[in-house]
């Protein structure tokens, strides 16, 4: 989400840009406005509900509720919304995880819309005489972008459970693209930590930059371009993307990337093909699921590591009583609950379509039992700890290699819908990094994904076989989370999901704690500061639990911490006890996120 890299972006700095927005001077093609739209973290009521990072976004999605489409309509509106307001986090040039809760059935089903690597890939993909090239070198480049994911997504979701055609879905964000959104802080910020490398690439400094500016807060961010490739994806459907002059228009740029030959950075070229964009598809696929203190947690499948992660952590943690725990005590089992599922899902985790991965023991309560017998009350477990095996799962094992987690961008954006029949959906979509690759396909007014440098360059640990090495046509392992709780009658209780990379799933996991066993309202739960154990030495902590006593009782006992001014932006809807929706979003984070009903009624309560 595009307010991944405005951690520093306060009030103030808003504040001031505003003014010096007022003593720029516009480029022609843009056009000042009173103010940006109004954003609320909570609202609850009748109808239907939408939560995202962003007001039009939202309002989009209740349009499309109001005007009698369901969920996955909203969803996908929303989403394309996302594309124009969010271009450095979500767009038609990346992939996501899609998870919907069906009301008639009352089934829970997912759509892998994950991209996939060429099929010229190899292990070998990011390496370079033998050695990794530099992450950010693979991130700027032809190399790291994958198929997209996100048409098709759009289609098999329409297909499968939505009532209204995609390219009526498409016209909301087609007219936001060409009349414009208002430019924030975090926008104008995100701009300006992508500004060398937009420069450096003709169709995205002329997009994003402006006059050569950055844009101005205040002012309207128009994008015709990207209007009219949403007509086109209207009237000709998402095959022109797959098979059509959109195909080509994105092979083209993979393979040469359009650099400024002024330029002096070096941009590998790709080796995506016609066919490989022809041979995309999407799977539908069963959810993971756990049960948790009676309640069923359903979340995505491998190729994301979210589903198996969290449900392995929520099964260790559900051995203990949270709801009695001091904070401390609960932080620590959190903790620790979350070392063990990372060191697993280092070990385990890849595409199954090319690597054996042990889902259902993953997602075993005897699995769990056995990982969960290494915590102690009084001491913290070493990092990096060595993976268990779901295969054979002896309690306290502590044999196997220990590898740390590799690096994963942090950005993206997640979106949950409900609406008036009681679907839900939970939809997480992504280009990687903030900006992608920075590489916009010319004249189309989308940028690229780097999807594929979430896989490892080189093994993260050289003594084991890493399930998560490039392949052809493979999907890179994911964290995203999307995650539907449903009753013991199967019916939603809430559904949520965050950006943040690998911290999705640890942010997912204190959400659901939070609400669930401490007894926090949605939203409070959201706002709630975060801590981020990856298998890693030390823990991540926000300024609200560094600056809290909490955290001298957790190094007591051995905890190492360091500091993240920011994890995650985090979105959920939930079903209130008497049937209206609650939408929940951020308060504070990135400028805080948009949750919107259909008919407001009553105060939002837990
Ligand atoms: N590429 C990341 C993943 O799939 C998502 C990036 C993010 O969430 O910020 O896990």
């Keep these: 989400m595009r307010r991944s890299a405005a951690r520093n972006v306060s009030v103030v700095a808003a504040a001031v840009a505003l003014l010096s927005a007022c003593a720029q001077a516009l480029p022609s093609s843009v056009a000042t406005t009173p103010r940006p739209p109004e954003k609320t973290p909570v609202a609850a009521g009748y109808g239907g509900a939408v939560a995202s990072v962003d007001t039009d976004a939202s309002a989009v999605g209740i349009e499309v509720l109001r005007q009698g489409g369901n969920a996955v309509d909203a969803a996908v509106a929303t989403a394309a919304a996302l594309g124009v307001t969010e271009p450095y986090s979500a767009g038609i040039g990346g992939g996501g995880y899609f998870v919907y809760y069906d009301a008639k059935s009352r089934t829970v089903q997912t759509i892998d819309g994950r991209e996939t690597a060429p099929r010229s890939a190899d292990s070998s993909l990011f390496l370079e005489?033998?050695?990794?090239?530099?992450?950010?070198?693979?991130?700027?480049?032809?190399?790291?972008?994958?198929?997209?994911?996100?048409?098709?997504?759009?289609?098999?979701?329409?297909?499968?459970?939505?009532?209204?055609?995609?390219?009526?879905?498409?016209?909301?964000?087609?007219?936001?693209?060409?009349?414009?959104?208002?430019?924030?802080?975090?926008?104008?910020?995100?701009?300006?930590?992508?500004?060398?490398?937009?420069?450096?690439?003709?169709?995205?400094?002329?997009?994003?930059?402006?006059?050569?500016?950055?844009?101005?807060?205040?002012?309207?961010?128009?994008?015709?371009?990207?209007?009219?490739?949403?007509?086109?994806?209207?009237?000709?459907?998402?095959?022109?993307?797959?098979?059509?002059?959109?195909?080509?228009?994105?092979?083209?740029?993979?393979?040469?990337?359009?650099?400024?030959?002024?330029?002096?950075?070096v941009v590998r070229s790709g080796d995506l093909t016609a066919r490989d964009l022809a041979a995309y598809r999407t799977k539908r696929q069963a959810p993971t699921k756990v049960s948790y203190r009676g309640l069923d947690v359903y979340g995505i499948a491998p190729s994301s590591s979210g589903g198996t992660s969290v449900g392995e952590a929520l099964n260790i943690l559900e051995r203990t009583d949270l709801s009695r725990a001091t904070q401390a005590g609960y932080l620590h089992r959190f903790i620790e609950a979350s070392r063990i599922a990372f060191a697993d899902r280092g070990r385990w985790l890849g595409d199954p379509a090319f690597e054996d991965v042990p889902t259902k023991g993953l997602l075993s309560q005897r699995f769990a039992d056995s990982r969960a017998c290494l915590i102690k009350d009084d001491a913290v477990l070493k990092s990096p700890l060595a993976p268990g095996d779901p295969s054979d799962p002896t309690p306290c094992a502590t044999g196997g290699t220990a590898a740390p987690t590799t690096y994963e961008g942090e950005n993206t954006t997640h979106l949950t819908a409900a609406d008036k029949w009681g679907n839900v959906v939970a939809y997480t979509l992504t280009i990687e990094s903030t900006g992608g690759s920075a590489i916009t396909v010319p004249d189309r007014g989308f940028l690229l994904n780097n999807e594929l440098t979430d896989f490892s360059f080189a093994p993260a640990n050289p003594a084991v076989h890493d399930p998560n090495l490039p392949g052809p046509g493979k999907r890179p392992r994911s964290s995203i989370s999307p995650t539907i709780v449903l009753d013991g009658h199967a019916r939603p209780v809430l559904a949520l999901g965050s950006p943040g990379g690998a911290t999705i799933i640890t942010t997912v996991l204190q959400t659901l704690t939070g609400h669930l066993d401490r007894g926090l309202p949605l939203v409070e739960a959201i706002a709630a500061p975060r801590a981020s154990q990856r298998n890693g030495a030390a823990t991540e902590l926000e300024p609200g639990l560094w600056n809290s006593p909490v955290r001298a009782q957790l190094e007591a006992i051995g905890h190492v911490f360091t500091q993240n001014p920011e994890i995650g932006a985090a979105t959920g809807v939930q079903r209130l006890p008497d049937g209206r929706w609650l939408a929940a979003a951020e308060k504070v984070r990135r400028g805080g996120g948009s949750a919107m009903v259909v008919r407001p009624a009553g105060k939002p309560g837990k």
């Design 129 to 265: 005489g033998g050695k990794p090239i530099p992450f950010a070198d693979a991130v700027t480049s032809g190399r790291g972008v994958g198929t997209p994911g996100t048409p098709a997504t759009w289609d098999t979701a329409l297909d499968a459970w939505g009532s209204k055609s995609l390219k009526r879905l498409l016209e909301p964000a087609e007219r936001l693209a060409r009349n414009g959104f208002t430019v924030d802080a975090t926008f104008r910020s995100q701009t300006e930590a992508n500004q060398a490398r937009f420069a450096d690439f003709p169709a995205s400094a002329e997009l994003f930059l402006p006059g050569g500016q950055l844009p101005v807060v205040g002012s309207v961010f128009k994008n015709p371009d990207l209007a009219r490739t949403y007509a086109e994806l209207g009237r000709k459907g998402t095959d022109t993307l797959y098979r059509g002059d959109l195909a080509d228009d994105i092979v083209r740029t993979v393979r040469k990337p359009p650099v400024d030959p002024a330029a002096t950075r």
